[in-house]
């Protein structure tokens, strides 16, 4: 069955400083990857995605994530930490060869980035 | 474009009362989801189409129904409502691989919150 992991409920993170989010994911086959973004009261906001090619897939915001096969990681990063970046991140997977299907969703990880 | 757009926003609702809540997309994407929002939870998928006239359940659709008459529009009919189903909805659309777009990035409207008291 696919899953995808999300170990840390909340990450603190002072403004100016790198940021990390976490993500582990089980898929029978090849994944694509998503990361999404959603701030209070509002949907999701799509941040960026891995598909194939180089495993540093470069988003939206600054953000990026390092696709990591041998350790079925799919971490999110940004080098300096804005206070805006606080907001709920979700990282998200599917088999690449079910086209168009639903996206397994993990728990979501609630970043606070302090002033 | 205006993407995924859904409403109420908000409602309340009693044991037992109906209500649809309306999804429309405006990006001719083939594709639409439901999700529903619980908190700690992620999102988890209730139903999906592929296409007008075809629709399948997700992970957890009982108690709910769906209908796709056009390629715009999703609605999902809660028919019973009961204290579970309080939750936030998502709906999202997305390409489908026959749409010859590369991408079948799912793109999310911004929610109804529903409380059933």
């Known amino acids: 069955a696919q899953s995808v992991a999300q170990p840390e409920d909340q990450v603190n993170v002072a403004e100016g400083n790198p940021l990390t989010v976490k993500c582990t994911y089980s898929?029978?086959?090849?994944?694509?990857l998503f990361w999404y973004v959603q701030y209070p009261n509002r949907g999701l906001q799509f941040l960026l995605k891995?598909?194939?090619?180089?495993?540093l897939v470069k988003g939206s915001y600054g953000f990026e994530a390092e696709f990591n096969k041998s350790q079925t990681s799919f971490h999110l990063k940004k080098p300096s930490a804005l206070v805006s970046d606080s907001a709920l991140y979700f990282c998200?997977?599917?088999?690449?060869?079910?086209?168009?299907?639903?996206?397994?969703f993990g728990k979501g990880t609630t970043l606070s980035v302090s002033s | 474009n205006a993407g995924v757009t859904q409403t109420p926003k908000f409602r309340i609702l009693k044991i037992g009362q109906s209500m649809t809540l309306q999804c429309t997309q405006d990006?001719?994407?083939?594709?639409m989801y439901w999700y529903r929002q619980d908190p700690g939870m992620g999102l988890k998928l209730i139903y999906y189409?592929?296409?007008?006239?075809?629709?399948d359940k997700g992970e957890v659709p009982n108690g709910y129904n769906v209908s796709r008459s056009t390629t715009e529009d999703f609605p999902l009919r809660l028919e019973l409502a009961a204290p579970s189903q309080t939750s936030v909805y998502f709906c999202?659309?997305?390409?489908?691989?026959?749409?010859?777009?590369?991408?079948?990035?799912?793109?999310f409207g911004p929610g109804t919150r529903l409380t059933v008291l």
């Open positions: 999202a659309s997305s390409y489908g691989p026959r749409q010859g777009k590369g991408t079948d990035t799912q793109y």
């Open positions: 898929v029978s086959g090849n994944p694509y």
């Open positions: 891995y598909i194939t090619g180089d495993n």
């Open positions: 998200a997977v599917r088999d690449r060869h079910q086209a168009g299907t639903a996206l397994i």
């Open positions: 990006m001719n994407h083939n594709y």
């Open positions: 189409s592929v296409g007008a006239g075809i629709t």
